[in-house]
């Protein structure tokens, strides 16, 4: 395991290596995006772990502006175990059974970092969670990224390690940032996704994360 990224100490920081996932591209498509059927954790090397996951669920994110459904970003969820509850329990379902869940956001316009942070924090809002300490560190991580660029790809992943949680986030640059915290933060972060939709959109995002795909 030491030679994985996730023996890395973590510290709130960056880290310098290679890609964080691999992908096993499948024959489906979102908006030209392709999706994948699996993802893995590469090695400090760049080549892929033993650490696998499989596609729970993928669909588009739009965004009203000016009273049209603009198309942000596709989404793909992956995690350890693919068996979860494809309902509201989803959330405390996949945080229960799995130790590894990862997103990867492709991007179909440029978004700022600041306003990616933005939504983020409002999504979290929106299930009544407490913007505290270490829900501030984390935005801001996602607010000091690179910019959500069009045609880029941010990743996340969150892997349990006892009662913590590391959360790694590649942005669209291919910079890796870490953060080491409690338990709570992975069912904090799925929630933006899967918890109580903020709006319209991530609402219909939510029913087509639900539904399997391959």
């Keep these: 395991m030491k030679s994985f990224i996730l023996a890395i100490t973590l510290l709130a920081g960056v ?40 596609l729970l669920g993928a669909g588009l994110r739009t965004k009203t502006v000016l009273f049209v459904a603009a ?10 175990n693919k068996n979860f509850d494809r309902n509201d329990n989803a959330v405390k379902s996949i945080t229960a059974n799995s130790d590894m869940v990862a997103l990867r956001i492709s991007m179909l316009r440029t978004v700022d970092a600041s306003t990616l942070a933005t ?18 560190q984390i935005l801001s991580l996602i607010e000091n990224s690179a910019d959500g660029d069009n045609g880029k790809t941010i990743s996340m992943l ?16 291919g910079q890796l940032k870490t953060f080491q915290g409690t338990a709570s933060v992975m069912p904090k972060i799925l929630s933006i996704w899967l918890g109580k939709s903020a709006d319209k959109g991530l609402e219909k995002l939510k029913a087509q994360l639900l539904n399997p795909v391959y």
């Design 71 to 80: 198309k942000v970003y596709v989404l793909e969820l992956f995690a350890s």
């Design 158 to 173: 969150m892997k349990k390690d006892g009662d913590k949680v590391n959360l790694y986030y590649e942005d669209t640059k």
């Design 15 to 54: 880290v310098s290596q290679a890609s964080l996932l691999s992908f096993e591209p499948g024959n489906l498509q979102i908006e030209g995006v392709t999706l994948n059927k699996t993802a893995t954790i590469n090695k400090q090397d760049g080549t892929p772990s033993s650490l696998k996951m499989d």
């Design 119 to 136: 939504s983020f924090r409002e999504a979290l809002e929106a299930n009544n969670f407490q913007v505290d300490t270490e829900l501030t």
